[in-house]
């Protein structure tokens, strides 16, 4: 009798490593599907909640919930078309209250976030297979609401919803995979100056347009409690609306602030509204918010004040870029300040066009501002204002360091060679007049030049300062910006001034009595052993002749 014996491969070392990976990302498709299921039920239950509380509800449960998930498409950029108009044709909804997304793309870059999360010795997958698994968890439950709404009022438009969704959930995953890795910045100095100048003036900006979108609010908070009490008489109705009005109140920031810019918005085909007047006729619903339009006409002074916002956020782009461009060639000074202005245009496009949109079909088809006119405004203002204000300060910055540089030395008695020198050994370079950086040593005429074969001297070969070790982007942003306490020295200024200087800038400490008495001992000891030297060379005395 025979006997068969199976004979099976032998497993791979690495089978355990890749099993687990596998299922790594099977649990990040999970937390994808979870996240998306968690942002629709809270809307639905906040639809559903104003459904019960409708004294007069146009339709049942269900229609709560195809109300619902339309607008949780429309969040995530998909438009929804109206089929109640009165020619039976469909009407686009694409206005996104961007309130709404704040819930969705957390969840997503959440659980993008958690999933690159290593606690407990966990795998994890790789950054772009934690992003396209939560990606696709999420857009799958998206894809079978953009079916469902198929059914209701307001079904999703078909080529937004396949285009800027997706756009969106990986956007967002994209983000939680960077804020898992500590939100890591390009390593080039210049590059994380540009982005931290366009960070803060994209922050006045936004902060502008809410100033000047509550003002107009409260300039014209009559006309909004009169449009508020039109559409809803019920409390559960005003409710409803003030909610929506919330929803909204983001757009209103992007709109007040592309109207500080100067390109303004559009309330209907043909409709604008700058600084500059109200031209067109509007075609604009009663609602709270659109009650505070200004009045139609040419503008007055008062609105012209608004071109304050712009003035102030590339005032702020280019002395943040000029602070920093102080060691720099005036010409990457310019380069920094123009990226600058790009990626503040950028997402001044962006949200732009994300605050707009079509709210119906003729004269209700352009609602927001223009993304492109009001991107194209931001750089034109950083480039204008922002770039030779980056060179102002930088040149300013320069003239006081310079100065700050001679009262260092005066104040510690150092040459002032000596003393430019010992602040070009920083690890950042900082201006060094000619005749510090012809002769590092500084101690003036009667000094041979430094030899670059000598040690002590390596560091002043002919690429000075910029030998020294490189350091890391944000730690060389940070030690520009603790620099700038030279500055103060102008004014007398500046109470920890000298808290980083090399310790052989320090005056010598007071010696004590036995020190002293050392020191005179160990000087004649040495007088002594140079006086008996002194006779062994000159040999015996000569003896005198009879």
Known sequence: MTQVTEHRPPLSPDAPVQGARTAALATAFVRGGVAAGLGLGALAVLVTGAWIASPFPDSGPGGALHAAAGLWLLAHGADLLRTDTAGGTLAPLGVTPLLLTALPLWLAHRAARDTLDAAGGRPTPSIAGAVAAVSGGYLLVAAVVVVYTESGALPADLLTAGVWTPLTVLAAAA???????????????ETVVALRAAGRALTVLLGGGAALAAASLLWHAGDAQASLNGLAGEWSGRVAVLLLVLALLPNAVVWGMAYGLGPGFSVGTGALVTPLGFAGTPAVPDFPLLAALPAEGRGMWLHWTAAAVPVAATLLLGHRVGRAARAWPAREA??????????????????????????????????????????????????????????????????????????????????????????????????????????????????????????????????????????????????????????????????????????????????????????????????????REQEREQGPAPEAAP
């Not at 560091?459 to 520009?480: I, K, M, Q, R, V």
């Open 175 to 189: 983000a939680g995979a960077w804020t898992a890795h500590g939100r890591p910045l390009p390593g080039r100095v």
């Open 334 to 531: 310019v380069r920094v300040g123009l990226v600058a202005s790009w990626a503040c245009g950028a997402v001044v496009a962006l949200l732009a066009a994300a605050a707009g949109g079509p709210l119906g079909v003729g004269r209700l088809a352009s609602f927001g501002p223009v993304w492109w006119q009001a991107g194209a405004a931001a750089v034109l203002w950083g480039s204008v204002l922002g770039v030779p204000t980056a060179l102002a300060v930088r040149s300013w910055g320069l003239r006081g360091r310079g100065r700050g540089a001679a009262a260092l030395a005066a104040a510690k008695g150092v040459p002032v060679a000596a003393g430019a020198a010992v602040l070009a050994l920083l690890p950042l370079p900082l201006p060094v007049p000619a005749e510090a950086a012809r002769d590092p040593r500084g101690a003036g005429a009667g000094t041979e030049p430094a030899d670059p074969a000598d040690p002590a001297d390596a560091t002043w070969s002919a690429e000075g300062p910029a030998a020294a070790a490189p350091l890391g982007a944000l730690a060389a942003l940070d030690a520009l910006e603790a620099l700038d306490d030279l500055d103060d020295l102008d004014e007398g200024t500046g109470d920890g001034a000298y808290g980083f200087l090399p310790a052989a800038w320090e005056p010598p400490a007071q010696q004590t009595a036995p020190e002293r008495e050392r020191e005179q001992e160990r000087g004649q000891q040495q007088e002594q052993e140079e006086e």
